[in-house]
Each structure stands twice: as structure tokens, then as C-alpha cells.
């Protein structure tokens, strides 16, 4: 070892280990280039030293030499396979790669060898955290941080996945100890936002962003999650321009993209070409350069054979969008229709199970990348392929960027538009989109369906109806129970007109603590609506959620942009909506639903006929008991619960959409 270290004479006498050392310390310290010269000297005069060779097989793997980094990482495993560092190595090297069941397998091995190996109990969490299997992460990462209490990656870490389970007081605990531990990371306050988010703690969520911003300036990713919780605050502009300075920083970052596009249905502006630039900016950006190279599709092109339907989704769970594929699924023409469900859920529960019984084939996907969901969608050789995620979280747009399949269709997220060359079409109804009146609004073609967009199944264990709450004499009550987002200006200032006009009326208003309940209640004080008058309560568990109805007498659909499934679930429990039409589809959402219900005169088209409304059906007390009595009926035979006839409808139109394929047609 004397020459080997001639450089450093004041080291000339070192023993190997101390060279390598040595070595390790030039390595972390940066400098790779005399870490490679020093661990190439060990070897030259001892080959066989397995740690050197671990090390050196490190290097080979950050220079992206991994075929060389597999050769020497097998290489010292041959000469001692009880090594757990080089287990631990070739499962960092597998995981790099996306193997991941061969990383798993490697961290498992290092663990056997050393229980108390803190990065293999990190990393193999890690791998099982991108393999759904949280519940198995979550002790892994315990585990660590109780070895290694002071561990703020890992607190952070185990953060992440407790958020994925929905523990998120756990959660948001964890990313507070990581702060705590290193309060100058600005990773870290970012990910505490997200939890505090999604608790319903925006104000805290909004500090915890802007304290990130503080630390890092130029990090798109708080940028982000700010715009999400100014939106949960309906504060749009103020969502809009955080978008957009995140993609300022990062114009490659695809969920601020996502993220600005989707606000853009809640708070449109009052320029429609400003918001189609911004839809064909993220088309060009994301999707487009993955359009260059698709092959030819060379399906079957006879018309009227039985056609293979693929649907995309992260929510074939317990998420709301299963009240809408629960009809669709268990409607379909099996004989006509082979039904294939690539399910990117992560954590699967009871829905998904039932959902996967309607299905003819499931293929859970969500380890998969885009590309390779692309790859298994084309072997399918599906036919339509159908999303059901456009621009909301978890979507899966690349993959449809890259035209897997011939038809490509957008439905059930919302009656908007993906902005992208590549899907062909999208789902809407006559109401949502009058022919001709929005056409240039959207990228892909519009197809209606006859009667609806939607077709509903209520929750399984939905609450009974009860009877009229104002029967009692207590007087009306008024609600809104839709995500606060939807609660604009223009919504808040219909209320109090309608509070004012009914003498001893209330209002329940569905909402998270915040500072965002204060601008509420300001705007009823300016009107001369008093703060009692108005009861807010917090996000409820479905089945409780259901049952605040049981508190409401009349539905206030929010304005521009209407209730979806909020307002279908208020029918369900026996409770009218009054709703403004909007011009835009996702503010037509009333007149589309109350048209189906054959319930036009509480269709409104200005705000003052919207008042009017309302105040007169909160003195109507019979015509409130009848239709408190009647709705669910109405509903149940109604087309918004008709599951055979929307789905006939809806394969009709695929047909529809196959024919104009196999004849050579644009969409």
C-alpha cells in the first residue's frame, strides 16, 4: 500500500482497511474519482476483499454502469454470501431499476444476516410502500426509527405511507418529528402540508407550504400543494397563480400541470381562450413528444364484432367514482363487450373486490409505469380505452398519450376536458353540452348520451329518508354539503338573499376550520344574515355524511359550478336542489340532473330566479313533505338510476365511436 497512496505521504504506511477508509471518506466527501483510484488499488493487490468490492460495485452504480455494478456485487456474494451490506447493495441496485420483487428479496436476506440494518429496514419499506403493500411498510419504518431515533428521513418516510393508509394524525406526527429533527428541510414541511390537507387543517397546511417556499424558493413542489389548499378555500386567483409560478420554476412538473388544469373547471375566468392555451401548453409539454412513435394499431376492424373496453382508474375503491362504475360494470353486455379494469389502486378494499366481480378481466397496475401500462394495454388489444381519471389526482394521461389503444375516451371525472391530441373523445349529455355551444371549448370530439352523464347507485349503507326536519316547526333549513371550493362569491351572496327572504331560516354548510369559514360568514353579516344562522360542519365519514340530510330541508347547489354527487346523493335522501345553469358543462350539472328527475321549475337562470325559488319552496311546506316522500322513487325509476339503459347507451356509443375507426374516420 505504500505507492497505492504515494499522493498522500503522510498515509504511506496505511493498512488496507484504513485505505479503504480512506477511500470510503473521498467517496462521501464527493470526490469519486480518488475513492475509485484507492479501492482499484486494494483490489489490484487483494481481488478478493468483499467490502472493497461492494464499494467499488457503489461507484459503478452511480456512473450507471449497472451491469458492472452486478459483476462485483456478485462477486463479493460469491466469496461471502453472509455479507449483509452486499445484499443490501444488489437490492438498492434492483430497486434502481424497478425490479422490485428482486430488491425486496435482497433486503429480506440483508435483514436476515443483520435484523438491525437501519437502511435495508428503510429501503425494504420503501419497496413495499411502491408495491401497495403498506400495512407491511408501515412496522418496517417503525423498526428504524426506533434503531435510529434520530433518523428524520425515515420519520418523514413512514410519514408518507401512514398518509396512504389514511392515518393522518399519525401521519402528520410523524412529519413533525422529522421537522423537529431537521426544522431546515424543506421536503419536509412540504409533506406535513399534504397531511395537514387532507385533515382539513388548511390554514396550517397553507403556513406549512409557505414555510417550505421560505426554505427552498425555487421547489415547484410547495407551489403545488399551496394551489391545492387555496382551492379547498375557494381562493382561485390566488390557486391559479400558485400553479403557475410552480410551473414557472418547473414547466416539466406534470401535477402542477394536472393540478392548474383541473382548478380551471371550479375557477374558469372569463377568457376560454387563456384557459385552452393553458390545456394545449400541457399537451405539448407532456403528451405530445410521447405521440411520435406509436405503431400502427392493427385491430380487427370488422364493425360489428364483440368489442374489448378497457377502463383506467386509481379509484376502483371506496372513493365516490364507485357509485357511478358500480352500474356501468354490472350492466355491461358480456356478450358484446369483454370488460377489462386496469385498477391502479394502492391500497384495495372491499369496493375494489366487488368491483373486480363485474369485470371480465382485472389487471391491478399500480406498479406498473406508464409506459409499461401502455405496453399491456396494447397486448390486450383493447379497443376503447376509457379514462376515468382525466386531470384529477393519479391519472394516468401518459399512458393514453401514448395511444394504446385505436378509440381513446374520457369519462366520469368531470364534464370537462383532458386538452390532449390523443384522446379522441369525451362523454357528455344535451343538457351539460347543447349542441354547438361549447364544441371549441374541448380537445376531443364530444359524444352525448341521450338522457345523462351520470348513472347512479347509492351507497350500500345509506341511511333511510327522515321525515321533513321543518314538519317540527323548527323552521327551514337550508344546506350545502358540496367541497367547499365550489362555495364562490357568487354562491355565498344567493344564500344570504335566500336567508334574508326566509324569515328564521338556517344553513348548514359543509366545510373544514379555517379562515375561509370567516369570508363566509362576513358575506352573510353584509347582507344582514347574523353568524347564528349559519352551522358549519366538518368532512364525515360516508355514511354520516348521508346523514346530515337528515338535517336539511332544501339543497343550495352551488354556483358557477354545480354539485355532482352531492347532488345526487341529496336526492337520494329525499332532499330538493335549486341550481343555477352555468355556461359552462360543469355548471349545467343541475339542469342536466333535474331535467332527468322531471323536476324543471327548480332549475334557475338568473341569480334573483334562483332566490325566488328557493324562498318559495321553503314556504311550500306540503310540496316539501311530497318530495321528501317521493324523491328516492323518483330517482329509482328514473334514468339517473336506469343501470341497463345508461349502459346500453354508453355501448352504443363506443360502437359508434369502433365504426367510424374501422371506416377510417376522424373522431
Known sequence: MNTILATQPTRADLTVDEALQFANDRHQAGDVRTAAEVYQQILRSHPDHVRTLISMGLIARQKGSSTTALELFRRALDLNPQESEVHDALGELWYGQGMLDEAIACYRRALELNPQRVDSLTDLASCLRLCGELTAAVPLYQRAVQLQPDFSVAHSNLGETLLLLGRLDESASSHRRAIQLRPDVAEFHNSLAVALKELGRLDEAICCCRRAIELKPNFSKPYTNLGLALMDQARGDESIACYRRALQLDPTDRVAGSGLLFARNYFPGNDPHVVRAEQRQWNDTHAAPLSQDIPPHTDDRRTERPLRIGYVSPNFRGHCQSLFTTPLLSAHDHEQFEVYCYSDVVNPDATTERLRGYADHWRPVHRLSDEQLANTIREDRIDVLVDLTMHMAGNRLLTFARKPAPVQVCWLAYPGTTGMAAMDYRLSDPSLDPPGQHDQLYSE??????????????????????????????????????????????????????????????????????????????????????????????????????????????????????????????????????????????????????TNLGLPELIAHTPEQYVRIAAELARDLPRLIELRGTLRDRMQLSPLMDAPRFAGNMEAVYRQMWKRWCSGGQP
Not at 323552521?475 to 355565498?492: E, P, Q, R, W
Open 445 to 594: 370530439q364530444t359524444m352525448r348520451l341521450p338522457d345523462t352523464f351520470w348513472c347512479y347507485a347509492p351507497l350500500e349503507s345509506s341511511p333511510p329518508v327522515s321525515a321533513l326536519p321543518a314538519a317540527s316547526g323548527c323552521g327551514i333549513t337550508f344546506g350545502c354539503l358540496n367541497n367547499f371550493y365550489k362555495v364562490s362569491d357568487l354562491a355565498l351572496r344567493m344564500w344570504a338573499a335566500v336567508l334574508k327572504e326566509v324569515v328564521g331560516s338556517r344553513i348548514v354548510i359543509l366545510s373544514g376550520g379555517g379562515s375561509h369559514r370567516q369570508r363566509v360568514l362576513r358575506t352573510f353579516a353584509s347582507a344582514g344574515v347574523h353568524a347564528d344562522r349559519v352551522d358549519f360542519v366538518p368532512r364525515q365519514a360516508p355514511a354520516d355524511y348521508l346523514r346530515l340530510f337528515h338535517q336539511i330541508d332544501i339543497t343550495l347547489d352551488p354556483a358557477p359550478t354545480n354539485g355532482h354527487t352531492t347532488s345526487l346523493d341529496s336526492f337520494w335522501m329525499g332532499v330538493p336542489v335549486v341550481s343555477l345553469v352555468g355556461r359552462t358543462a360543469p355548471g349545467r350539472a343541475g339542469l342536466s340532473q333535474l
